[in-house]
Nanobody
């Protein structure tokens, strides 16, 4: 059983930056494709970014491409997302997710483990 714990959320003004971290325990981190999703009030959970277990190939939602960067440190069992040029539309609870294997998907049903989420609030 893998446990995922997010941190780094908070409040920031529009145009600002935040870096979220997700620490994994209880499994072999390097075998998981890792992803970030987010859910705004009244909306469905949506894909943000993912990074494959092998070679670190990355994928982004169009809404964050060029502003967010996902990365992983397998030695620290941690995945990050650096979020720059934040705007009010980025306000949401951000969730870390893990999927066994290297197949990439944007569908939240395709992930095996989830963190509890961390709130990001961007004020304009």
């Amino acid at each position: 059983q893998v446990q995922l714990v997010e941190s780094g959320g908070g409040s920031v003004q529009a145009g600002g930056s935040l870096r979220l971290s997700c620490a994994a325990s209880g499994g072999t981190f390097s075998v998981y494709t890792m992803a970030w999703f987010r859910q705004a009030p009244g909306k469905e959970r949506e894909f943000v970014a993912a990074i494959r277990r092998s070679f670190g190939a990355t994928y982004y939602a169009d809404s964050v491409k060029g502003r967010f960067t996902i990365s992983r440190d397998n030695a620290k069992n941690t995945v990050y997302v650096q979020m720059n040029s934040l705007n009010a539309e980025d306000t949401a609870v951000y969730y870390c997710a893990a999927r066994i294997g290297s197949v990439f998907t944007t569908h939240n049903g395709g992930y095996d483990y989830w963190g509890q989420g961390t709130q990001v609030t961007v004020s304009s």
